[in-house]
């Protein structure tokens, strides 16, 4: 279950826990909603990934990203008891229709 660090009428921030458990692997999400929560200022996802990979892992990333091909130097892996809590966060920055929002002001 991920941990709620901020909530009040304009923010929410969740940090999810990685698969593996380990306490330095987190991923915090931030909604920030203004206009009464019809409007988004900003949705950020911010990892965190304490510790290093081996080096052979990293010069081999390294090498691929010179040679113009896609590397990876961390995975975090959402937790499936996690999906639902996530999706519903990222639904709530979800944009409102603009027909929906006619006569706000």
């Known amino acids: 279950m991920p941990d709620k660090i901020f909530e009040d009428d304009t923010m929410l921030v969740k940090r999810f826990p990685c698969a593996c458990l380990y306490p330095g692997h987190i991923l915090d999400v931030s909604v920030e909603l203004a206009d009464e929560e019809k409007r988004l200022v900003e949705c950020t996802l911010y990892l965190y990934m304490d510790g290093k990979s ?10 691929k990203l010179l040679r113009g091909e896609e590397g990876c130097l961390a995975d975090f892996l959402l937790r499936p008891e996690d999906i639902g809590e996530m999706i519903e966060l990222l639904k709530r920055a979800e944009p409102i229709p603009a027909s929906s929002t006619e006569g706000v002001k």
């Open 54 to 63: 081996p080096l052979k892992y990293r010069l081999k990333q390294i090498w």
